[in-house]
């Protein structure tokens, strides 16, 4: 069983920085993958990112590529979201999940909301 909770949402302008954390409570957290997921106001969540166990390995959406970065410090079962130069369009609540061995994110946070404001 695995629990994540993330933090770090608030009210931000546009072109500010945020960084977001994801919590990883649960045994062996440090050996999966983990990814970040956001849904927009009237919209189906969608990928951000994702990164390997052991920092290896990032992925990003199109979107978001060259402006949010994902790092993990295992040590402290922690992973995060570095956002910068942020838009009215990444508004959303952001969510990080665990990625399973069958490739399907199998366990979720509730959620932290950005509200980027011009």
């Known amino acids: 069983q695995v629990q994540l909770v993330e933090s770090g949402g608030g009210p931000v302008q546009a072109g500010d920085s945020l960084r977001l954390s994801c919590e990883i409570h649960?045994?062996?957290?440090?050996?999966?993958?983990m990814g970040w997921f956001r849904q927009p106001p009237g919209k189906e969540r969608e990928f951000v990112g994702r990164?390997?166990?052991?920092?290896?390995?990032?992925s990003y959406a199109g979107s978001v590529e060259g402006r949010f970065t994902i790092c993990r410090d295992n040590g402290k079962n922690t992973m995060y979201l570095q956002m910068t130069s942020l838009m009215l369009a990444d508004s959303a609540v952001y969510f990080c999940?665990?990625?399973?061995?069958?490739?399907?994110?199998?366990?979720w946070g509730p959620g932290t909301q950005v509200t980027v404001s011009s």
């Open positions: 999940a665990r990625l399973w061995s069958t490739g399907r994110y199998d366990a």
């Open positions: 649960g045994r062996a957290s440090e050996l999966y993958a």
């Open positions: 990164i390997g166990w052991n920092n290896e390995v990032t």
